[in-house]
Structures are given as C-alpha cells and as structure tokens.
C-alpha cells in the first residue's frame, strides 16, 4: 500500500527570479577593465522581471485574505505586470482585471487573452497614466469586487527587489558588482534594488534611467517629470539618473541582437545604452568597473514593431 508519494518538480511561484547574469562581452571589448553584465529576467516563467514584484503582491494580499474564494485583482499596467498577474491568476485561481492601454503590441495582447484575463482598454494617448486613472476609478466604485494591487504604491513591488534581485547581483558577482543601471517604471526595481546593494556596500553607484521627453517608445518606462510618480519612488537614491533616447534605444536593440546574439525588448535595451555611456566615461578615467542593469524581458513581445527592420 502506498502511503506517501514524492513530490517532483516546481511550482509556477518557485520559478520566479534566480536569472542568469550574462556578460555583455562584444559590445564592451573595446573597454579594457570593463564588464557589463545583464539579469535576464525573460528566464522568468512569465518572461520578465514583474514575476518578481507581481508574485510578491501576490503573496502578500492572499496572506492578508484577499484573492481568496473567487475574489479578483484589479491593477493597471503597461503589459509584463500584467502579463505575470494573469498568469498567477490562471495557475492559483483567481481572476484578473487589467487597465491598460490600447496600442500594447499585439503580442502581449495574444499573452494576455491566452491566459484568460479581462481587459479594459484606455486611451493610448493617456499611456500608463490614464489606465491607472481607469483603475483607481474602477476601485473606488466597486471596492468589494476588486482587491486593487496598484503596483505604483505596493510597497511589496520593490522590497520584492530588495530580497531577491539585489541579493542575486551581488552573489553572482562576488561583490565585485560597481556600478547599477535600471530604468524607471514603477520604479520597483531600481528603489528596491538599490536600497539593498547600498546597505551591501554604499560605494556602488546606483544610476536610474527614464525616457527623455514624455512623447517616447521606450514603453513600460515613466517619463517622471510629466507622469503620475508613483509613491514608492524614491528620488534620493540615485547617485544619477540618465535620460535616454528612444532611438538610441532602438539601435541598441538591434545591435545586441545581431552583434550580442541576444534579443531584447526596448527597454532592456535603453539600459544597456546607458551602462555603455557609464563604461565609456569609466574607461577614459582609467577605472575599471563591473556594471550590472536589468535586461526585463526578450524581444519576443515587440517583433512586430517597425524599427527592427529599418534602417
């Protein structure tokens, strides 16, 4: 008679974070002492970094009784946030509601309706702004149907950041890690991760980097001095912060794929054009540097945007 049987494999929640540190090796080889190198977050189960903030929030309202029996979540989102919400809903059972807005790639709109998530469409010429808008309105008048998870304050987004993302560079790094890039979305990822390397060793110089004018394509960023700031960032951390072109962006996208062998989305690759800038400035003082950033996802979700094909 079997009494017990074994428990193999992982669950959705187990895979999250953890991601290979990358060497960015031919696009610094002609930095001598130089080393960039890149978390790549799409070996996430659902293909970026917002597994990590999504499944803590996640956690951390089912152990405060929410998303329990039938309740749903409700966030805004410009798409990988999303992404990941539904995903856990579809694995835990829960249902989930997104505000996002209408001209998303239509990659992740496919994602998204393969997972069985509700979408409210918003005004693309409100961006992230106006979904956000859409579901503080939708929570307010609906406030038992919804726990509203809302990313752009959850504390639960960047301490999720400060336990793992951090604590995974400086490992995989030795603590050798000198430098850190990360754009600026929610913000989470950049004030979660910083907070912990700076109290690992305070002499690591923490670089944020945001779209340089409101109007851009470096989507899932925030233009911060038109946008809604979201109440977990944290300006005073940044020993910098760097504006970043969206066509720079672009041509490092596409150089990273034909020259690096690696394909990533535009954001991603905005991080590795400001760690370039930061290598270069580091190279012609003469300092060597170990410099780390985020690469968020693959490419796999913007393949349908022009630029990669012109030019």
């Known amino acids: 008679m079997i009494t017990a049987v074994n428990t193999f494999g992982t669950t959705i929640l187990e895979r999250v974070g953890n991601t290979p540190l990358i060497r960015l090796e031919r696009i610094a080889a002609h930095l001598e002492g130089i080393q960039i190198l890149g978390k790549a977050e799409w070996a996430n189960p659902g293909g970026s970094v917002k597994d990590r903030a999504a499944s803590a929030i ?24 999303g992404i ?10 829960f249902p989930v509601t997104l505000c996002m807005p209408s001209n998303v790639s239509p990659e992740r709109k496919r994602i998204l309706s393969a997972y069985g998530a509700e979408i409210v469409w918003t005004n693309p010429a409100d961006g992230s702004d106006g979904a956000i808008r859409m579901a503080r309105k939708m929570s307010a ?31 995989q ?36 980097m945001q779209p340089d004018s409101p109007f851009n394509g470096l989507e899932g960023l925030k233009h911060m001095a038109t946008a809604i700031v979201p109440k977990i960032y944290d300006p005073t951390l940044a020993d910098e912060n760097i504006d970043m072109d969206t066509e720079v962006a672009y041509k ?13 989305g535009v954001s991603a690759a905005a991080a590795v054009a400001t760690c370039l800038r930061i290598a270069e400035r580091e190279h012609k003082a003469g300092r060597e540097a170990v410099i780390v950033t985020i690469l968020c996802d693959s490419a796999d979700k913007y393949l349908s945007e022009r630029f990669w094909t012109e030019g």
């Open 173 to 208: 790094t030795d603590g050798q890690v000198t430098h850190f890039v990360a754009g600026l979305g929610t913000s989470g990822t950049f004030v979660g991760t910083t907070r912990r390397l700076k109290e690992l060793n305070p002499k690591i110089q923490c670089i944020s």
């Open 84 to 93: 990941a919400y539904a995903m856990l809903g579809a694995a835990l059972g």
């Open 252 to 264: 490092v996208a596409k150089d990273l794929g034909r020259h690096q062998g690696l394909l990533v």
């Open 141 to 171: 008048e609906a406030p038992d149907r919804y726990f509203y998870a809302d990313q752009y304050s959850n504390p639960a987004n960047w301490q999720a950041h400060y336990r793992t993302t951090a604590n995974e560079i400086w490992e």
């Open 58 to 81: 996640v956690k951390d309202a089912q152990s405060r009784g929410f998303l329990l029996n039938g309740g749903g979540l409700l966030d805004a989102t410009s798409g990988n946030t």
